[in-house]
């Protein structure tokens, strides 16, 4: 695959009928082999326009020059075999599609959900408990961080 560019690879790979787990572990292999990242460095992935997907340090100077970053990152991570498991509670406003917003951040965030709870009162709030496991702290940071852009999020605790 080396010399090749990361749309051929992509597409030779799915054309032999691997699943896309196994297409992005390819392509962040060639991606460290070719660049500085070390697998010590804590990394985020960017879709790009025609280029796939890079993957940078997490810190990366490049990044915040990107004008639509925060709609194209996605998260890249090193292998891990240990899962956290953190509680969040969720103070909001309700209105259509809160749920929605709050869980495609999880997903988002490559977390996964373990529990939910979900309580509207009459007084139009919501008080969301969820209970979630992730891989890297990483993880925790870009959900908190996409969850508190929801304009109708009033507070949110982990623990």
């Known amino acids: 695959m080396q010399g090749q560019n990361p749309l051929n690879v992509s597409k030779m790979l799915f054309e032999m009928g691997f699943d896309a787990r196994i297409i992005a572990a390819a392509l962040l292999y060639d991606t460290v082999e070719d660049t ?21 340090r997490i810190n990366c100077k490049n990044l915040k020059s ?59 709030l919501v008080k969301t408990a969820f209970r ?10 870009m959900f908190l961080k996409d969850v508190k852009s929801i304009p109708e999020v009033i507070s949110i605790d982990y623990y």
């Open 36 to 56: 500085g990242i070390s697998l010590d460095d804590e990394i985020i992935g960017y879709i790009t326009r025609g280029k796939g997907i890079t993957v940078h």
């Open 66 to 124: 990107i004008k639509d970053y925060s709609k194209r990152k996605i998260v890249a991570e090193w292998e891990s075999k240990t899962r956290k498991v953190f509680n969040i509670d969720i103070v909001s406003t309700d209105r259509t599609g809160l749920l929605m917003d709050i869980t495609t951040a999880i997903a988002n965030s490559n977390a996964n959900i373990v529990e939910l709870y979900l309580k509207a009162n009459r007084d139009g």
């Open 132 to 141: 979630i496991q992730i891989q890297q702290k990483q993880q925790l940071k």
